[in-house]
């Protein structure tokens, strides 16, 4: 059984967790909408070297095949 000490501090390390983890979420989201608009001619993919979008490209591509891949281990 678990003391109220060891809870509360169960309790503070998830907490802790669980909020680094969204901030993780959120920066991942906004990595990839900049990525996204490096790809798109009508955003800033006019600005970028065809090299950029290039690299832009491999890193969507790898995160869309690793979260399919996690999917498919479910």
């Given at each position: 059984m678990m003391r109220d000490d060891e809870r509360a501090t169960m309790r503070e390390h998830i907490l802790f967790l669980g909020t680094?983890?969204?901030?993780?979420?959120?920066?991942?989201?906004?990595?990839?909408?900049?990525?996204?608009?490096?790809?798109?001619?009508?955003?800033?993919g006019h600005a970028v070297t065809h090299e950029v979008r290039r690299l832009a490209y491999a890193v969507l591509?790898?995160?869309?095949?690793?979260?399919?891949?996690?999917?498919?281990?479910?």
């Open positions: 680094a983890l969204e901030n993780e979420r959120a920066n991942s989201k906004m990595k990839t909408r900049l990525l996204q608009r490096m790809l798109d001619p009508e955003d800033l591509n790898n995160e869309f095949n690793d979260q399919r891949d996690m999917e498919n281990k479910k």
